[in-house]
């Protein structure tokens, strides 16, 4: 089979006119982009790809082999000092005397200053003067900076000239210009090149912000804690803060499952603790992990009736992997079968000996239902905090967490903040991901407006350029400008870390769809209120995902399904989720012109259940063999025009023409084939069934002999479901 050569450049992510040249250097005759060429030459093309690709594989594997050894030559090591006196006659006349030097010192200092003359960058030094001895310090070279940089900013990071770097880049292999953007791998082969260590960055911006941290003077006080409530679904972490914050949040809540991640300040006798409540439902476990980041003790719910489950288990492992103390409550213990013994023996085996037993663990008997214990939980909760001793510096700009986001109509985007340390007022600029803002007013969890919001305050932000994710770190900056700046930079970084994912993982599967002939999949579109609704019905959806189904959620965003939304449905054939989310006019027009599917979905477990259905129908059908009937040969005549026909007795079932039929001979199959004619007393039947005696012909087959067996069947599709 022919393709053109626009559809085979199509496939391979290249231009027309790239693929032309390389056809017509395999003396292939190709006049235009619209020229043919055969599956050989495709096979051809694909090889030589593969074959470059390797290449620049095993260069890169070199680079980095070379650059492991160079660290290796670098561990840490005292600096070269070399020492000479101050005396004035000895300044205007260099001493001859001879110093013993280590051999190792001797080559690492060659290996500096041939760097600093092949790259132009002086080594600079560190005079440390003394009343009779002068040291020179030779120090690393280290530079800082996130992947996906730029030719030009890699260039002005080492203060060298961005054509030496590209120069650099063409004796490596690579084909750079001077707004190229490299990879972690190509950073490291250059930089390497030029003498100079590289400590990446995770998130652009954050040198700057630190350096705007570092000019606020340290005063620190006293924050109070922020407490994170987790376990297991219905074991009563809703109804505990429901009970210490007099409130009945139960009932708004879809399922009776939280399915928003809230920040509520509680006043107490003691002091002030803020909770975070983070749903309990195991779709929510990335939304959990990050709640045990932000927070400085886990409150960790366990029901006394239920034991510990699964889900309280994950609870803990997050708690550990953030360093955080944990501070159990025993809920339920007003229940007649309820056993805190038990609990506390379970919880053991996970590491978390209470303190009665002889432990660190601080458990306490408490009934969210009545509330008895919960005072005495939440004395321990102020004690642990005070332990902790947790401090913080309000006079520094602002830095937090984004607890939840969501788009909210009459007020734009709006997103619940925790701040962590200095204090953010109404009018600061900030940055939180790739998107910046300006604080046009700020409420506390009561709807009430604040003027600024000091440590360990959850406030609801208003004044955002876009909608940030649930997690992203949130700072503010001096100025709106330098906000915007940082906030672009990331979302260019964002785009191109996409792009070069989205590159590197779709090739390998169009070579897979070439040669294996494609795979099933189930494009999804999911919109929601917030955007930890979004996150956990994603995790929730690609744990059904199966090899034979690849689920491709291209769309993931937050507010109503929107005309654009059914548009990308459209092009590419996807399923729209929403959730507690509506489509808006346009796109529901658009959708019924098209044909888009929308489902609407309030809970989560509706919606996977849903598309486990959706994904069962794509699996390619199991293949079920059912036996229908079984002949053994007695006599085998030979007709005169050469066919073969087995004289049979049906020993069970029945057999019918045009069945299909193996020939079994010692039970080794000996054929595979279909009945071609079935016939009785000299008559064609359709059916013989078992007891009777009937000549049978099989189709393709002359080899027939006394004692086969012949073996009717048939194969039947079956419908298979995801488990």
Not at 399 to 414: L, N, Q, T, Y
Request: aromatic content about 4%; overall charge neutral; hydrophobic content about 40%.
């Amino acid at each position: 089979m022919k393709k053109r050569i626009y559809e085979v450049a199509k496939q391979f992510s290249i231009s027309s006119e790239a693929l032309l040249e390389i056809v017509r250097g395999m003396n292939i005759p190709v006049k235009s982009h619209m020229s043919a060429i055969d599956e050989a030459t495709i096979e051809a093309i694909k090889g030589k790809f593969e074959k470059e690709k390797e290449a620049a594989k095993e260069e890169f594997a070199r680079k980095r082999e070379k650059i492991l050894q160079r660290e290796e030559k670098l561990a840490p090591k005292k600096p070269v000092v070399i020492t000479r006196p101050t005396d004035d006659k000895t300044r205007a006349k260099p001493s001859r005397k001879k110093r013993v030097v280590d051999e190792k010192t001797v080559i690492e200092s060659v290996k500096k200053t041939l760097a600093s003359l092949e790259t132009g960058k002086h080594i600079k030094k560190k005079r440390k003067k003394e009343t009779d001895v002068e040291e020179e310090v030779v120090e690393q070279k280290l530079i800082k900076a996130t992947e996906f940089i730029t030719v030009s900013e890699l260039a002005g990071k080492m203060e060298v000239k961005p054509q030496e770097i590209i120069s650099t880049c063409l004796k490596l292999g690579l084909l750079a210009n001077i707004n190229r953007r490299l990879d972690k791998d190509e950073i490291l082969a250059v930089t390497d090149e030029f003498g100079f260590e590289v400590e990446f960055v995770q998130e652009y911006g954050l040198e700057v912000l630190e350096e705007e941290e570092k000019e606020a003077p340290e005063v620190l006080v006293a924050r109070p804690p922020v407490v994170t409530v987790m376990g297991h679904v219905d074991h009563g972490k809703t109804s505990l803060l429901d009970f210490v914050r007099k409130t009945n949040v139960i009932a708004g809540e879809a399922g009776g499952i939280t399915q928003h991640i809230g920040a509520y300040e509680v006043f107490l006798p003691g002091g002030k603790i803020i909770f975070l409540d983070t749903p309990g439902h195991e779709a929510f476990t990335s939304m959990r992990a990050r709640g045990a980041q932000a927070t400085d003790i886990v409150a960790l719910v366990v029901a006394a009736d239920d034991r510990v489950m699964p889900q309280t288990i994950e609870a803990v492992d997050h708690a550990r992997a953030a360093a955080v103390p944990i501070v159990v409550g025993i809920n339920k213990i007003d229940l007649p079968n309820a056993n805190p013994d038990l609990v506390r023996q379970d919880l053991s085996k996970i590491g978390l000996l209470a303190e009665e037993w002889g432990g660190k663990t601080i458990c306490v008997d408490i009934s969210a239902k009545t509330g008895k214990g919960v005072d005495r939980l939440l004395e321990m909760i102020l004690l642990t905090a005070e332990m902790l001793e947790l401090k913080a510096d309000p006079t520094k700009m602002a830095k937090g967490v984004v607890i939840e986001s969501r788009m909210e109509g009459g007020r734009g985007i709006a997103a619940t903040v925790l701040v962590q340390n200095g204090t953010l007022k109404v009018g600061d600029a900030f940055v939180a991901g790739g998107h910046s803002g300006k604080v046009r007013a700020m409420y506390n969890e009561r709807g009430l407006k604040v003027q600024e919001a000091p440590p360990s305050t959850p406030v609801e932000v208003l004044g955002w350029s876009g909608v940030p994710q649930s997690g992203d770190s949130f700072a503010a900056v001096k100025d709106e400008r330098t906000a915007r700046e940082i906030a672009g930079k990331r979302q260019q970084l964002q785009r191109e870390h996409e792009f070069r994912m989205f590159r590197h993982i779709t090739l390998p599967e169009l070579y897979d769809q070439i040669k294996q002939g494609g795979v099933s999949e189930l494009n999804l579109i999911i919109k929601a209120d917030v955007d930890g609704s979004a996150e956990a019905l994603s995790d929730a959806l690609t744990k059904i995902d199966s090899p034979e189904v690849k689920l491709n959620i291209i769309h993931r965003g937050v507010g109503h399904i929107s005309e654009s939304d059914a548009l990308l449905a459209a092009a590419s054939n996807a399923v729209i989720i929403g959730f507690h989310v509506r489509p808006d006019a346009g796109a529901s027009e658009l959708a019924a012109k098209e044909k888009v599917d929308i489902r609407l979905y309030k809970i989560i477990y509706e919606a996977v259940s849903d598309l486990k259905h959706a994904m069962s129908g794509l699996l390619k059908p199991e293949l079920r063999e059912t036996i229908l009937g079984s002949a053994e040969v007695r006599e085998v005549f030979r007709l005169s025009g050469g066919s073969v026909v087995a004289g049979s007795y049906i020993l069970n079932g029945s057999i019918k023409r045009n069945n299909k039929a193996r020939v079994l001979r010692n039970q080794d199959v000996v054929h595979d084939g279909r009945i071609s004619s079935l016939r009785r007393f000299k008559e064609d039947v359709k059916e013989v069934t078992s007891g009777f005696e009937c000549g049978i012909t099989v189709e393709g087959f002359d080899d027939i002999q006394k004692r086969d067996v012949i073996e009717a069947y048939t194969i039947e599709e079956v419908a298979r479901e995801l488990k």
